[in-house]
């Protein structure tokens, strides 16, 4: 009896689907699609990557949208929008703190789907499309991650925009009207916010949508790449056969029996962004974008700071090279790259220039990252009058060397000079300057400035710059002597430690 | 995935052959992913109507494309004459001092809040003469600030500085302060501006550039 009625129940259940199928062939979407077979080597915690970013992507269009309810692209009403939504809108906050996580993970990602899609080969013959889409897909969602900056309106997307106007200031030929284009006008105003939310809201994500769509294509029509092995070679001849056969000998249907770890890797993820958001919250906003507020210290995201540490450390003439060429170049390599190397070995073990640039490039952007996170070439503005000198450097000090101490912090030196590592970092630390220039050398870089620092010699008048000196003098380590010129001759050692013996302000700071 | 047969589905029967017309019956003997293809047929009513559709549908797309493509490049060719701006009466700027003056952009939108707000450094140099530099830094565009003890304006973003008249002192910045054309008019100081100063167009027509 029940059997019998449990038997009626999945006939009509069956009957129900084969219905739908027979309108909707469900059945063979899915296996074209999720349930396509793919090699059992790429069900891989290596070959997740790609799925996390696209999840990731999920979760910035939903939260996006729910930010649009609120936001209103105005130079007058999006700060204040940003203020409501993160202090006062219930959830806004968190909402705020999702979106912004969910695109540095998405950001991170997608570095790392790129890496390893690079060390495993997979932009060879015959998936040159799916690595070419791949690489707008990387471009696009930088460029979603920099006008997403621009959206949180505050002071740091207020000078941004300046940066990015700057940067295309040095275009030939067209240069100004090219500023004119970015900025919507001649000047940064609400033109400017609306159209970089116009590109972060619509075009960018439309265009992402459809990338995404013909990669996705590519990756079903010419499979996911196997699992490389040393001494396999790609041949274009062969390979098409090669890959059939993997998928005959060991092929599994993506889903059920491939996702599981892209499900896990899933969870991980979105657990992750929520956990962020939860502990770190949103980003911002910093101040309001008001133009006349000129105590900021614009920085961009993390993702840009490497740009903005190559800003400060590259000489004048490798700017317009480094902003305006080096960009198209590096982005046509990247889309020609799988026609340069179209074939052969695809195992990182016999690919040492691939593993080598991987390791140069992350180090380079790592270091340069970190540089400008630090930014030791960013005065402190307020050093001057806000770094403390430590004790060591004060005492035993003359009344002239003192007043010397006093010009320095006023002259605002200390913005640029730290001493013994408190203030700024644009200059040399001075803690041992005594020991490194002699007191004409002091007098005349003081004076005329020079190696990047500028000439104060219209600033001080004699006697300040003899203070400042002889207190650069006193600057040395215990028991060191005064740096000596050279190409005097020299004195007997006695002598020396005669004349260090006679004056007490040198050598016996602590 | 690789293994299918891409015509399997275009050209069975559910979907009436549209969109294989070079597809016949008997290509089920052919090997996969083989399509036939007639020879072009003769003109006839329904080929000429195609054509013809094409090129009406050129014709439609470049008329539409016009104001569109105008649009999105108007902002590339727009002329934005610089214009006369007051920055208020002379007494707000003592002689021999370095002042923060701050104008109305001349193009700005009711719209645009605070950001129509646009501060300027006005150095007065005597009774008569003036320096008046834009806040933006030469080498990215932060906003300079000036430190009237060193007399110097320095950049917070990566270590610029600029002499009392606008040099370059230091730093990256690739030359001195941008200025402002300036006049005094009925007690009040002016510039001509209505402009972010770039290296591409600093801003100023009558300035000498002094390079770094
Ligand atoms: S923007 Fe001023 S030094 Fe770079």
Redesign the pocket.
């Known amino acids: 009896m029940i059997a019998n009625a449990k038997k009626k129940l999945i006939d009509a259940g069956l009957g129900v689907y084969g219905w739908i199928d027979d309108r909707l062939h469900v059945t063979e979407i899915f296996e074209h699609t999720a349930g396509h077979h793919i090699p059992k080597s790429t069900s891989s915690w290596f070959y997740v990557f790609g799925s996390a970013t696209l999840l990731c992507l999920i979760i910035q269009l939903v939260t996006g949208t729910m930010l649009a309810l609120t936001y209103v692209p105005s130079g007058a009403e999006a700060y204040t929008t940003l203020e409501y939504m993160t202090y006062e809108q219930p959830l806004g906050w968190l909402i705020r703190a999702i979106h912004y996580w969910g695109s540095n993970f998405m950001v991170a990602i997608m570095i790392l789907h790129i890496t390893q899609v690079y060390l495993f080969g997979a932009y060879k013959y015959p998936r040159e499309i799916t690595w070419i889409s791949g690489v707008f897909l990387g471009l696009i969602t930088l460029g979603l991650a920099f006008t997403g900056q621009v959206m949180r309106f505050d002071e740091d997307a207020y000078w941004g925009i300046g940066?990015g106007a700057?940067i295309t200031g040095r275009s030939p030929v067209f240069g100004a009207e090219l500023v004119q284009m970015l900025l919507g006008g001649p000047i940064i105003n609400s033109d400017t916010l609306s159209r970089f939310f116009a590109l972060h809201v619509f075009v960018l994500p439309g265009a992402i949508l459809a990338f995404i769509a013909l990669h996705l294509r590519m990756v079903l029509l010419k499979g996911i790449n196997e699992w490389p092995e040393p001494g396999v070679l790609v041949n274009r001849e062969t390979y098409d056969k090669h890959y059939a056969a993997i998928i005959r000998r060991e092929g599994i249907p993506f889903t059920p029996h491939g996702i599981g770890k892209d499900l896990v890797a899933g969870a991980i993820v979105i657990i992750a962004i929520l956990g962020c958001a939860l502990i770190f919250g949103p980003k911002g906003p910093l101040g309001p974008p008001d133009p006349t507020e000129i105590a900021v210290h614009p920085r961009p995201d993390w993702a840009f700071m490497w740009i903005f540490a190559v800003?400060?450390l590259m000489p004048e003439w490798a700017e317009v090279p480094a902003f305006l060429i080096a960009p198209p170049i590096v982005i046509g390599f990247l889309i020609l790259l799988p026609f340069i190397n179209n074939t052969g070995e695809k195992h990182w073990s016999r690919r040492p220039v691939a593993v080598l640039s991987v390791f140069a490039i992350y180090l380079s952007l790592g270091i340069l990252t970190w540089f400008g996170i630090t930014g030791p070439w960013s005065p402190p503005m307020l050093a001057w009058s806000g770094a403390v000198t430590p004790k060591d450097f004060v005492v035993n000090r003359t009344p002239l060397e003192l007043q010397g101490l006093v010009v320095f912090q006023q002259k605002q030196c200390r913005n640029c000079h730290a001493i013994d590592g408190i203030g700024g970092h644009r200059g040399p630390d001075l803690w041992n300057v005594g020991d490194r220039m002699t007191h004409p050398q002091l007098v005349r870089q003081v004076i005329q400035g020079g190696g990047n620092m500028p000439a104060y010699g219209k600033n001080l008048t004699p006697h300040e710059v003899e203070a400042v000196v002889q207190y650069m003098v006193s600057l040395r380590p215990p028991g060191n002597v005064p740096a000596l010129d050279s190409a005097k001759p020299a004195e007997p050692p006695a002598e020396n430690r005669k004349q260090a013996a006679k004056e007490p302000a040198h050598g016996d700071r602590g | 995935m690789s293994s299918d047969a891409p015509n399997k589905e275009a050209c069975s029967p559910a979907n009436g052959g549209c969109g294989c017309s070079g597809g016949t019956p008997a290509s089920g003997a052919l090997p996969p992913g083989v399509v036939t293809v007639e020879a072009p047929a003769p003109t006839t009513r329904r080929n000429f109507l195609f054509q013809i559709g094409i090129a009406l549908n050129l014709l439609a797309g470049a008329l539409i494309s016009i104001p569109l493509i105008g649009f999105v490049l108007s902002t590339f060719i727009q002329k934005f004459p610089l214009q006369w701006i007051s920055l208020g009466s002379l007494e707000k700027f003592p002689v021999g001092q370095v002042r923060l003056a701050q104008y109305l952009n001349p193009y700005r939108r009711t719209w645009d809040g605070e950001t129509a707000h646009i501060p300027c450094w006005v150095r007065r140099i005597d009774e008569a003469e003036f320096q008046v530099f834009a806040i933006n830094?030469t080498?990215?565009?932060?906003p300079?600030r000036w430190f009237a003890e060193s007399k110097l304006f320095m950049?917070p973003?990566?270590?610029?500085a600029f002499y009392e008249n606008g040099d370059h002192a230091a730093?990256?910045?690739p030359r001195g302060l941008f200025t402002y054309e300036y006049r005094v008019l009925n007690g009040n100081l002016e510039i001509k501006g209505g402009i972010l100063p770039t290296l591409a167009n600093p801003g100023n027509p009558t300035e000498k550039v002094k390079e770094a």
């Open positions: 940066i700057s800003a400060a | 830094c080498h990215l565009g932060c300079v950049c973003c990566h270590g610029g730093g990256p910045p």
